[in-house]
């Protein structure tokens, strides 16, 4: 090989360093990004669990809510029956 292929071939070899440099720089950013939103992803699904939690402490259950509805319109039934 010649010096001037030598030299060549060393110019080409830098390129494809740099290259590839370049390209796993923007791979790490890339990956970075990605895992600050799966961060951020996470964090909000935390939030939203805790919310969802604290809603379903706070509900009445179905069958609770129908049981008083119904002896509240017995109560009122029988009030009226003994009025009249």
Do not use: N
Not at 71 to 82: M, P
């Amino acid at each position: 090989m010649t010096a001037p292929e030598a030299e060549g071939v060393a110019l080409e070899l830098e390129r494809l360093r740099r290259s590839v440099d370049v390209g796993f720089a923007t791979t790490r950013g890339d990956l970075a990004l990605l895992l600050q939103r799966a961060d951020q992803t996470d964090k909000t699904l935390g939030d939203h669990e805790d919310r969802l939690d604290a809603l379903e402490r706070t509900r009445w259950p179905l069958p609770s809510l129908a049981a008083v509805t119904s002896c509240a319109a017995l109560a009122i039934t029988l009030w009226e029956a003994a009025r009249g």
